[in-house]
């Protein structure tokens, strides 16, 4: 069974940082491009960062500003993480990991995603 398991999410100040994580399993994502997106209440799910499979190469999204970063490893299997900075009360939201369709696709839109996460919340408080 294909799974991606997050964690990592909770309640935080303005200004402050979280690190979330996703840990794959079932097989192997080491080749897929992994990203995390987010979900806020009455929004649609939208982009905040993708990295490919040899870790170099990563994406944001505009509204990340530099206070974010992705990072992954591929010892045993894909376990992709999001480093979040200086962050914002608009950064609360649903944070669902997500894993491209196929090897070495790009993922930025919803529909580049083959496998999603149950999401874990992250509350901002001001």
């Known amino acids: 069974q294909v799974q991606l398991v997050e964690s990592g999410g909770g309640l935080v100040q303005a200004g402050g940082s979280l690190r979330l994580s996703c840990a794959a399993s079932g097989r192997s994502f080491s080749a897929y491009a992994m990203g995390w997106f987010r979900q806020a209440p009455g929004k649609e799910r939208e982009f905040v960062a993708a990295?490919?499979?040899?870790?170099?190469?990563?994406?944001y999204g505009e509204f990340v500003r530099g206070r974010f970063t992705i990072s992954r490893t591929n010892v045993k299997n894909a376990v992709v993480y999001l480093q979040m900075n200086n962050v914002e009360p608009e950064d609360t939201a649903v944070y669902y990991c997500a894993a491209g369709i196929g090897p070495y696709l790009p993922v930025r839109r919803v529909d580049s995603v083959g496998s999603w996460g149950q999401g874990t919340q992250v509350t901002v408080s001001s």
């Open positions: 990295i490919m499979p040899g870790g170099i190469i990563s994406d």
